[in-house]
């Protein structure tokens, strides 16, 4: 296994169990698909757990896959909608960390508090990341399918 978990900043996160090489496959994320309006129906601080996978349809993400937390600067990123990998070397004891903003259109945001020094401050919508980011993304393919065909195909 590649990861465990632990206590961090935000409760609970996932962290390295070994050095994981980039590239490397991590885990495959699972949960329950639910719509627009069962996201809304959450308590707040359990809508930010739902990965949105088309315009009104989200994963309700189950352990251990929700308890990867966002960061602005990630180490790991989600291929083909549910794959997420490393993208650099993570160092064994390392919380794993992606970018929600790369599964993100809909308008929902959320306060970061990643403390990063590239901090956004704020989780918003793919499309107002800035063109850089959106590129870097965008060329490790760790944005979601239905963004990309929306903006991007």
């Known amino acids: 296994m590649h990861f465990s978990i632990k206590q961090c900043r935000f409760g609970r996160g996932l962290f390295a169990a070994k050095d994981i090489a980039k590239g490397e496959h991590i885990l495959t994320l699972t949960g329950k698909v639910i719509t627009q309006e069962?996201?809304?129906?959450?308590?707040?601080k359990q809508q930010a757990n739902a990965l949105q996978i088309e315009y009104d349809?989200?994963?309700?993400?189950?352990?251990?896959?929700?308890?990867?937390?966002?960061?602005?600067?990630?180490?790991?990123?989600?291929?083909?909608?549910?794959?997420v990998i490393a993208i650099r070397d993570i160092k064994a004891g390392e919380?794993?960390?992606?970018?929600?903003?790369?599964?993100?259109?809909?308008g929902w945001t959320m306060p970061c508090g990643c403390a990063e020094k590239n901090c956004r401050k704020k989780v918003k919508d793919f499309?107002?990341?800035?063109?850089?980011?959106?590129?870097?993304?965008?060329?490790?393919n760790i944005v979601l399918s239905f963004i990309k065909e929306k903006y991007f195909l």
Do not use: A, R
Request: one cysteine or more; hydrophobic letters at 25%.
């Open 95 to 106: 919380e794993m960390t992606w970018d929600y903003s790369t599964s993100v259109d809909g």
């Open 57 to 83: 349809f989200y994963m309700d993400l189950e352990e251990p896959g929700v308890l990867i937390n966002h960061s602005c600067n990630p180490n790991t990123g989600i291929q083909k909608d549910k794959e």
């Open 127 to 140: 499309k107002v990341l800035p063109k850089k980011v959106k590129e870097s993304y965008l060329q490790q």
């Open 38 to 44: 069962e996201v809304d129906n959450k308590p707040e």
